[in-house]
T-cell receptor
Framework: DAGVIQSPRHEVTEMGQEVTLRCKPISGHNSLFWYRQTMMRGLELLIY????????DSGMPEDRFSAKMPNASFSTLKIQPSEPRDSAVYFC??????????????FGSGTQLSVL | EDQVTQSPEALRLQEGESSSLNCSYTVSGLRGLFWYRQDPGKGPEFLFTLYSAGEEKEKERLKATLTKKESFLHITAPKPEDSATYLC???????????FGAGTILRVKS
């Protein structure tokens, strides 16, 4: 299995531009999570989905952030417009259904976002 | 407020020098406590899950233990390849949400 696949690995953009991060979870996993990691705040949960449905988006910083999961094998995190304070590493993670190692998260390699 | 606190922030060890990392938590309801390892430029990698006070798990030179208020990750005779950031995380009682601590950066010198 290829694991959780994120793209791009690095993204450099200018303030005000739209940024779209992509994630392909592990096949068979039904939960998907978007995390953001910075030196100041560590790993923060932004949003998570169960069976493609958003369950908890309380960590999404503001309306500039949106996430979708149109099917079980793909999710996007969009920032529009981007700001320098959005610079961070964004991780996607997925897990099996509860009761089958369901709480064990498998992380992708992350997208390093730099907003100039 | 739910909090997960790790100490120390950074730890330097000589190869073979055993030590422990601490993770203390104050949460309204705990369903499980997780330890992850993170190498530079990579996502966190799962190590252990602990579900109840008194539980212990071992993997090579690592042993994780859990009490009602904290968890320890004991590293016995570490090697340079154990150098990484170690993260603990708490699974809240309701939902499927993991709350992470800030991590401990471990450096093991040969």
């Amino acid at each position: 299995d290829a694991g959780v696949i994120q793209s791009p690995r690095h993204e450099v953009t200018e303030m005000g531009q739209e940024v779209t991060l992509r994630c392909k979870p592990i096949s068979g996993h039904n939960s998907l999570f978007w995390y953001r990691q910075t030196m100041m705040r560590g790993l923060e949960l932004l949003i998570y989905f169960n069976n493609n449905v958003p369950i908890d988006d309380s960590g999404m910083p503001e309306d500039r952030f949106s996430a979708k999961m149109p099917n079980a094998s793909f999710s996007t995190l969009k920032i529009q417009p981007s700001e320098p304070r959005d610079s961070a590493v964004y991780f996607c993670a997925s897990s099996f259904p509860p009761g089958n190692e369901g709480e064990k998260l498998f992380f992708g390699s992350g997208t390093q976002l730099s907003v100039l | 407020e739910d909090q997960v606190t790790q100490s120390p922030e950074a730890l330097r060890l000589q190869e073979g020098e055993s030590s422990s990392l601490n993770c203390s938590y104050t949460v309204s309801g705990l369903r499980g406590l997780f330890w992850y390892r993170q190498d530079p430029g990579k996502g966190p990698e799962f190590l252990f899950t602990l579900y109840s006070a008194g539980e212990e798990k071992e993997k090579e030179r690592l042993k994780a233990t859990l009490t009602k208020k904290e968890s320890f990750l004991h590293i016995t005779a570490p090697k340079p390849e154990d150098s990484a950031t170690y993260l603990c995380a708490v699974l809240m009682e309701y939902g499927n949400k993991l709350v992470f601590g800030a991590g401990t950066i471990l450096r093991v010198k040969s």
